[in-house]
């Protein structure tokens, strides 16, 4: 679940956890999905709010397609256009939330499932 007004989604291509410079970001703020991409340090956003009502179960995927080029799915749908976007290169991948209090129930990377617990 998730609070309106916070923000839940998945990192993709963190190159640092203790000091970020490279990723994106997929997320949805309880009125729609956003993409974001931090390079240099510098955030930019990628793909602007495309309204969609938060579902309990679906799923928010940042999809590399290669040559630098990435699609965001949520509920298993193509949201906004392919984004092109280069210096992603860190191998960190997983969860992000802005408020304790959104539940997330599982993470899969390239499609296996990554148990967790809270």
Sequence with gaps: SIITGTQTGVI???DSVTNPQNLILAYHDGTGVILDKLISGVW???IARVSVAFSADSEIKIQPLGSDQYDMYYGGVKRGSTATMSGITGTNHG???TYNGNIFTDFSLDGKI???KF
């Design 12 to 14: 993709y291509g963190l």
């Design 114 to 116: 990554i148990p967790f």
């Design 44 to 46: 930019t956003n990628v």
């Design 95 to 97: 969860l992000f939330s």
